[in-house]
């Protein structure tokens, strides 16, 4: 064939060069080998920039997702540091419940220590129980019910300090409330009150534990009230995780 006699001529003219022309012509025609082709220098730029690309729009959707946790963080500690704050004052060191013997109204005798197991809301009071006592056994009332479910982890409780019997027409106030008489000295050596204050200006509050830890500003109004409401809240959520209404039956 034509092509076969061409590829012969060919062939053989090569075979008839010089050894030095033969090196030329194999220099003019390298030997072909199968290499991967390397890219070209725009496709990795743009792969870069594709990367680039998805990676700042993966840190946007991050943003966007964490952007209300960081607003309410900057607010907490930024805009409003105040509200980190307690209305009442923690008690250091905190003072636990003496082992004391209690009289309820009707003169029986209780153990002091038995009130533990529940977050205690304290006042102190004579029994005749003047106007300010008798704000103090509202707002200990009206304290305990705003809690919703939580109330029952909660017992309001009136320390008398003297041998006055309370009148009559506290009686259905009072019905879901602990009422205890103690001789003052021995309530002196548990709670105290601010200096400058007496005993009966204050709120008390005592933990699970038995342990005085927290005292209400004295002539605590209804504005008063509600930061205390925050600050019953806050104890409550603390303690969530061990405490239980209710106090624990004894064996």
Not at 57 to 62: D, I, N, R, T
Not at 124 to 152: F, I, P
Not at 209 to 232: S, V
């Amino acid at each position: 064939m034509s092509g076969s006699k061409s590829s012969d001529g060919s062939f053989a003219r090569a075979a008839s060069l010089p050894p030095d022309s033969q090196a030329g012509a194999r220099a003019e025609h390298p030997l072909g080998l199968t290499v991967h082709t390397l890219p070209e220098a725009g496709d990795a730029v743009a792969t870069v920039q594709r990367a680039r690309h998805g990676r700042w729009k993966m840190l946007g959707v991050l943003l966007i997702c964490a952007a209300p946790v960081v607003a309410s963080y900057f607010t907490y500690y930024v805009i409003r540091p105040e509200g980190r704050r307690n209305y009442g004052e923690l008690i250091h060191p905190q003072r636990t419940v003496p082992a004391l013997t209690a009289s309820t109204l009707s003169g029986g005798a209780t153990r002091l220590e038995s009130l533990k197991g529940q977050w205690l809301l304290v006042s102190v009071a004579g029994g005749d129980c003047d106007t300010a006592c008798q704000k103090h056994l509202y707002l200990q009332r009206q304290l305990r019910e705003s809690l919703g479910k939580e109330k029952d982890r909660v017992d309001w409780v009136w320390l008398i300090n003297d041998n006055a019997l309370p009148p009559p027409a506290l009686a259905p106030a009072l019905q879901q409330a602990t009422v205890l008489r103690m001789e003052p000295d021995a309530l002196k050596a548990w709670l105290e009150p601010a200096p400058g204050q007496q005993l009966a200006d204050h709120l008390y509050v005592v933990d699970p534990m038995g342990n005085w830890m927290m005292r209400f500003p004295a002539a605590m109004d209804t504005g008063g009230a509600a930061k205390a409401k925050r600050d019953l809240e806050r104890l409550l959520r603390a303690s969530s995780s061990w405490d239980e209404p209710g106090r624990p039956v004894k064996p």
